[in-house]
């Protein structure tokens, strides 16, 4: 019967996580949060007539000290002595969100920065120096001219950027340089180019 009340209750709480039928772990603060500690609960055959197996020797926990565990786990002990033999998970995970502060208040805070102040100065700090990169912000008369251009989803339609191929050949062979290019000639290539334009429609 709690199995299901906890399953219903945290449904959907990326906090609360059931790592077996009789063993539930419920993370106190959020990611980052360096306060932030998990609380692991398992149930003997005998729960919960006798006390669960509270434990706090979970890695997420490695950077709080021992005193401070010691000292969260007997105040939640004191809580499953006033609750024993009714269900207590959901009353202990409630009691332990409540007094996060009260029970990580002499947690020192500095843990991870005074690691990150012991890189040496020599080193380069890549992502400090990186800027974002800013999209290119469109009026609205830009944004209707893109529309107007394109179709319901999006895109360009097929064909706009082809070339007039008869155009084209005239242009590089009027104002052609490349002794390649020169060598073609519009009048010959007429019939041909008409009947490849004629496909391309």
Not at 114 to 126: A, K, Q
Request: proline share 6%; hydrophobic share 35%.
């Amino acid at each position: 019967m709690e199995l299901e009340a906890l399953r219903s209750i945290y449904e959907g709480d990326g906090c609360f996580r059931e790592l077996s039928p009789v063993c539930f772990q419920y993370r106190i603060g959020e990611n980052g949060d360096p306060k932030a500690f998990l609380i692991e609960v398992s149930w003997p055959e005998t729960y919960p007539q006798t006390a669960p197996v509270i434990s706090m020797d979970a890695f997420f926990n490695n950077t709080i000290s021992s005193a401070i565990k010691r000292s969260i786990l007997d105040k939640l002990m004191v809580e499953v002595e006033a609750n024993l033999g009714t269900a207590m998970t959901y009353t202990l995970f409630e009691y332990a969100k409540d007094n996060k502060e009260s029970f990580m208040e002499n947690q020192p805070v500095n843990t991870v920065t005074s690691v990150s102040n012991s890189i040496p100065i020599g080193t380069p700090d890549v992502p400090a120096n990186k800027k974002k990169d800013k999209k290119e912000q469109l009026s609205k008369t830009q944004k209707r001219k893109l529309a107007d251009k394109t179709d319901h989803k999006g895109e360009l339609p097929r064909g706009w950027n082809w070339v007039d191929v008869i155009k084209q050949l005239v242009r590089t062979e009027s104002g052609s340089t490349h002794p390649s290019q020169a060598a073609f000639t519009v009048s010959a290539e007429l019939p041909y180019l008409w009947h490849l334009q004629k496909f391309q429609l």
